[in-house]
Nanobody, 121 residues
């Protein structure tokens, strides 16, 4: 019923920038939170950044001041602007939305398929 489509990953040099984008489609009634997680090889998936329906944001300490979720997103989309990228930012990035569809009263998590970000010279 719901699909999250990600785009924007790739290879970038240290200090460079990338912008990830995620768009949700389907019978969406309401979105509670939207955000991005990442998983590096051999590590657990971790929260990178998230925004609530009220506009509150939460960023991992490792990305504060470098990554932002722009506030000009279209409906049912969430972007991640990544600046001053470092090799340690290399990971698969996953879009996440906690949302409710029309056929249920329960919010649940939905995930994108993941997009690779590689920071290397």
């Amino acid at each position: 019923q719901v699909q999250l489509a990600e785009s924007g990953g790739g290879l970038v040099q240290p200090g460079g920038s990338l912008r990830l984008s995620c768009a949700a489609s389907g019978t969406i009634f309401s979105i509670n939170t939207m955000g991005w997680y990442r998983q590096a090889p051999g590590k657990e998936r971790e929260l990178v950044a998230a925004v609530s329906s009220g506009g509150s944001t939460n960023y991992a300490d490792s990305v504060k001041g470098r990554f932002t979720i722009p506030n000009d997103n279209a409906k049912n989309t969430v972007d991640l602007q990544m600046n001053s990228l470092k090799p340690e930012d290399t990971a698969v990035y996953y879009c996440n939305m906690r949302l409710r569809v029309f056929t249920t009263s329960v919010y649940r998590d939905y995930w994108g398929q993941g997009t690779q970000v590689t920071v290397s010279s």
